[in-house]
Structures are given as structure tokens and as C-alpha cells.
């Protein structure tokens, strides 16, 4: 038996993230969310709104740690509950929540998936954001020898707990905008199916990013590093999967 939950990660996102749980009420799963170091304004919010739902857990970083700390957390928290897929949506409004069910459908027919939205942006995507993606979507392509990864930075998908917990226990995954393709590459090294849905992704306009230009390029340049040598290392068994399946 599935038992969702989801995991919402929040560092300075006070706008959004009342309507977010709103929409997500009707679905009667545990809500974690994670501060992960936010201002007292939004720590304050946070707080109330843990305590008008009781389905929502408020768990907080002393200090930030990065969007990826505090997923992992929320991996941890979840195991603990007994959950065993958790669906990660982001606190700034960005993704489509009437997409929820069909993640959900798509994993209770693949339970062992990481199931993830592919992004259909509208005209409020930055260029830059844009065309950055697909720079990482075409080395994504080279570190799993594979097309099946259509979208790998889209923070709007259904985890499997066990399969992430014991990633996080034998490998490093990056704890900052470098985590969602990190822990999507790794999982599909680990022989976890990765199943893409399409799904509307809209920037608002008082949408405040928390992507910080030089460090965490430098950060996500210093990961597709690695999984690059990761995939030499592996690529016997990558080429051997894609030919035998």
C-alpha cells in the first residue's frame, strides 16, 4: 500500500504558499514543509499555517542549507512517518497542482518510479532560464547515455522514499539548485525507472528567485563534473541496459 506525503521546501516564499496548501487540502495527505532558514516574516507564516491545517508538519534549518538540504529532510521526516512516495512541489506557485493526480496515477501503476512534470512553459519563462535548461538537458543526456530524461530541474515530482534513502546513504547529492538533476541522474543509475508527464510551469510576476547567477552555476558546472566521470565509470552497464534493456 502507497502512502504519500508532500514535501514543499520554502526559504523566503511567503506569497504563494497559503493558496498552495489550499489547493492541496482536498487530497488529505501529510504536508511537510521545510524552512530551510527563512526571514522571521516568513518563518511566522510558515508557523501559522502548520497550525490551521493539521495535516501540515513545519520543520526548520537553523540556517539555509539549500533547496536540496531541505528536500532530503523532508526524505528523512517522511521515512520516518512511514510514507513511501513523496510528492515535492515548490512554495512559489510555479507548478500546475491539477497535475497532482496524474503523478499520482502514474506511480500507483509504477511504484518503484521517480515520476517528474515535463515543463510546458508559457511566455513568462526568461529566456535565460530557457535556454540554460536546455545546456543541462543535453549533458543529462550524455551522463545516463539516454533520451528517456526529458527534463531533469523540474521540482515537481513523486519520489520514491526507500530508493532516495538509500541513495542518500551510499552517495553525495548536491544540497542546492544542483539537487533535482544530481538525485534524477543517480536514481537512474540505479536502475530506478524515471517516468516524465507534461505539466504547465508559469513564472508569476512577483515570482522572487532564490538562484544565485555565479554560485550555483559554478555549483551545477562542478556536478555535471562528476556525473560525467560517473557515467565513464558506468557505461558498460548504461550501454549494456540501453541494448538489453
Not at 526507500?162 to 542518500?168: F, G, P, T
Request: net charge neutral; glycine share 6%.
Amino acid at each position: 500500500m502507497q502512502k504519500f506525503a508532500f514535501i514543499i521546501p520554502n526559504y523566503n516564499h511567503p506569497k504563494a504558499i497559503a493558496k498552495t496548501l489550499e489547493n492541496l487540502e482536498q487530497y488529505q495527505f501529510p504536508c511537510l514543509i521545510i524552512d530551510d532558514g527563512s526571514n522571521i516574516e516568513t518563518q511566522e507564516i510558515l508557523k501559522a499555517l502548520s497550525e490551521k491545517y493539521d495535516r501540515v508538519i513545519y520543520t526548520a534549518h537553523g540556517e539555509n542549507q539549500g533547496k536540496g538540504a531541505a528536500v532530503m529532510t523532508g526524505f528523512k521526516l517522511a521515512n520516518e512517518l512511514g510514507i513511501t512516495h513523496a510528492i515535492q512541489v515548490d512554495a512559489d506557485g510555479q507548478h500546475d497542482l491539477s497535475n497532482i493526480q496524474e503523478l499520482i496515477g502514474i506511480s500507483e501503476n509504477s511504484p518503484k518510479a521517480l515520476v517528474s512534470g515535463h515543463p510546458i512553459y508559457d511566455d513568462s519563462v526568461p529566456m535565460g532560464r530557457f535556454i540554460a535548461r536546455y545546456l543541462t538537458h543535453f549533458w543529462v543526456w550524455v551522463e545516463t547515455l539516454s533520451f528517456s530524461i526529458k527534463d531533469s530541474m523540474c521540482g515537481f515530482r513523486v519520489y520514491p522514499i526507500e530508493a532516495c534513502c538509500k541513495l542518500m546513504k551510499n552517495t553525495y547529492i548536491g544540497k542546492r539548485m544542483d539537487f533535482d538533476t544530481e538525485i534524477m541522474v543517480k536514481l537512474y543509475w540505479s536502475n530506478v525507472p524515471v517516468l516524465m508527464t507534461p505539466t504547465n510551469v508559469i513564472y508569476p510576476d512577483d515570482n522572487t528567485s532564490n538562484f544565485r547567477v555565479f554560485q550555483d552555476n559554478w555549483l551545477i558546472t562542478k556536478m555535471h563534473t562528476r556525473l560525467v566521470f560517473g557515467m565513464l565509470l558506468r557505461s558498460p552497464l548504461l550501454i549494456w541496459r540501453k541494448l538489453f534493456g
